[in-house]
T-cell receptor, first 115, second 116 residues
Framework: DVKVTQSSRYLVKRTGEKVFLECVQD?????MFWYRQDPGLGLRLIYF???????EKGDIPEGYSVSREKKERFSLILESASTNQTSMYLC??????????????FGPGTRLTVL | AQKVTQAQTEISVVEKEDVTLDCVYE???????LFWYKQPPSGELVFLIR??????QNEISGRYSWNFQKSTSSFNFTITASQVVDSAVYFC?????????????FGQGTRLTINP
């Protein structure tokens, strides 16, 4: 079974802090994704990576950056956390294939609260 | 631009009732994939089904069935004889079939509550 793990289920940080959210997958997937989930908005893509050291902006990259130094790990970084970044963050991974046909496998999510 | 709309924000039914979750999508692509995911209270999205735009056959898996109608750009999900364990948030999503494309576009989600 594919397993995607996220470093924390719940996180509370203060405005201005630098925040790291870590995601690890154990199925050697090339593609990894970071989403945020907000009520009424569904899931919105922040960044994705299609290979080690490769990254691309998603729909809402402002205020975030990412790092993919190893294939299994994809980190989301909030350089200076703000209250509007309070949200549920979901990581996903996917095997490379014909675009679109492979499903994404999701982690359990990190609920981040910025005070 | 691609868009997925799940107009039903919340649905609440009594156990054993049938329930249909609506999904309407917009895309200019002629080929694409559609997905349904379930998000139980634990938070992790679970893949339910994938359907490509070439295949308009409906699909049934146990109590779950999906109705794909390209003419109306809809991909609706029906749970027959609902159970309390079906309570979750359900997401419909769209992905183009383009080499290198990665993105899933999600709908807003429908929160389904099955009451005993």
């Amino acid at each position: 079974d594919v397993k995607v793990t996220q470093s924390s289920r719940y996180l509370v940080k203060r405005t201005g802090e630098k925040v790291f959210l870590e995601c690890v997958q154990d199925m050697d997937h090339e593609n990894m994704f970071w989403y945020r989930q907000d009520p009424g908005l569904g899931l919105r893509l922040i960044y994705f990576s299609y290979d080690v050291k490769m990254k691309e902006k998603g729909d809402i990259p402002e205020g975030y950056s990412v790092s993919r130094e190893k294939k299994e790990r994809f980190s989301l970084i909030l350089e200076s956390a703000s209250t509007n970044q309070t949200s549920m963050y979901l990581c996903a991974s996917r095997e490379r294939g014909l675009a679109g046909n492979n499903e994404q496998f999701f982690g359990p999510g990190t609920r981040l609260t910025v005070l | 631009a691609q868009k997925v709309t799940q107009a039903q924000t919340e649905i609440s039914v009594v156990e054993k009732e049938d329930v249909t979750l609506d999904c309407v999508y917009e895309t200019r692509d002629t080929t694409y994939y559609l997905f349904w995911y379930k998000q139980p209270p634990s938070g992790e999205l679970v893949f339910l089904i994938r359907r490509n735009s070439f295949d308009e056959q409906n699909e049934i898996s146990g109590r779950y069935s999906w109705n794909f109608q390209k003419s109306t750009s809809s991909f609706n999900f029906t749970i027959t004889a609902s159970q309390v364990v079906d309570s979750a948030v359900y997401f419909c999503a769209l992905s183009p079939i383009i080499q290198g494309a990665q993105k899933l576009v999600f709908g807003q989600g429908t929160r389904l509550t099955i009451n005993p």
